[in-house]
């Protein structure tokens, strides 16, 4: 198979996302063909590294890179600006004057803190993406968006910077959790509804093989959410257009979720599952969604395994949290509604009342 590329495109940054099945074994020889450094600094967690690492470590000695693997926990608590901070000091003193890179190879929180790490020290230099969830290879690791967290909030601490690369191997998803798989989908069916109806009728059409991580399905799909994703990057790298902005459909509702479970309850495509089926709700009541679209988008979302209802007595605080966040002000809150499958509508000043009757209809268990 050939290797698919979409190019991030901003003035004069431009990056493939190289999309294939078992190319990690090569991405030594790719590697050597970008001139990118000639010492790789690798941070992973050990259990990507368990599943992983051979390939990658061995491919990249193979094309005579010097190679070192940092090491971080699995888990958000990694992305922190402590542990950043401990990742450059060892880089610093490890490869002072070297013409050194960094390969982030993990899941989200690894390409977040990577990333960071390369934009950060010495006022940035050279990195890559390897992403190896489902979440990772069509969203976080596309884009640019870089952050670590602190202890009061989340990517507080962060930066626009690109990879040199965004390498994609669909084989290393073989080894995600199905809860993994589910919660990439989730961002999947949000491209669909968000720009593009076909990848939602694609996911409906094969939402088995995708469970079951057929590799000719999963490829297409990271393919066309990466297509999705850097053509929106590219038109609006910084959010400054408001063309970025229609990605956080769901996401308004899903972050106070996450945040009013603090992130213990919900994966983080789990909570915007939820954050979908609660925007739905307000652009039908809005008169903005027909009824059979926002019916089969839930009905996706439960084919997937998506939540259905928000556990627990959980409404006060959710308001609690949507009202802390500045865009949440009364006539000044400002959502992404859709119109139909494939369409939205950014609109502000959503009546406080209808927002409220949304989430009601999904909280708790009745
Ligand atoms: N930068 C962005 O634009 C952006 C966008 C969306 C999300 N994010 C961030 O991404 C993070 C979430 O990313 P995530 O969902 O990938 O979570 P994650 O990085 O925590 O990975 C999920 C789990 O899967 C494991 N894992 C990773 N690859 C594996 C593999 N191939 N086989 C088996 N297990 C594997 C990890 O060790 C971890 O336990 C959050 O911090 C979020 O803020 C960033
Ligand atoms: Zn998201």
Redo the contacts with the bound molecule.
Sequence with gaps: MLPLRVDVSRETITYPIEIKSGHLKNIGSFLQKLKIGTHAVVVTNPIVRKHHGNTLLSSLREAGFEVEVLEVPSGEESKSAVVAFELIAKIAEHHAGKDVFIVAFGGGVVGDLAGYVASAYRRGIPYIQVPTTFLAQI?SAIGGKVAVDLPFGKNLVGAFYHPKVVYSDITTLLTLDKRQIRNGLA?AVKYGVICDKNVFFFIESNVEALLGCNEKVLTEIVYQCSRIKSNIVSRDEREEKGLRVILNFG?TVGHAIEAACDYQEYH??EA?ALGMRIVAEISLQMRLAKEDDVNRLNHLLSRVGLPERIEGPRLPEILNRMRHDKKFKSGNNRFVLMTGLGSVKVREGIDPQIIQSAIEKYSGNS
């Design positions: 969203d961002e996401h983080h495509g915007i």
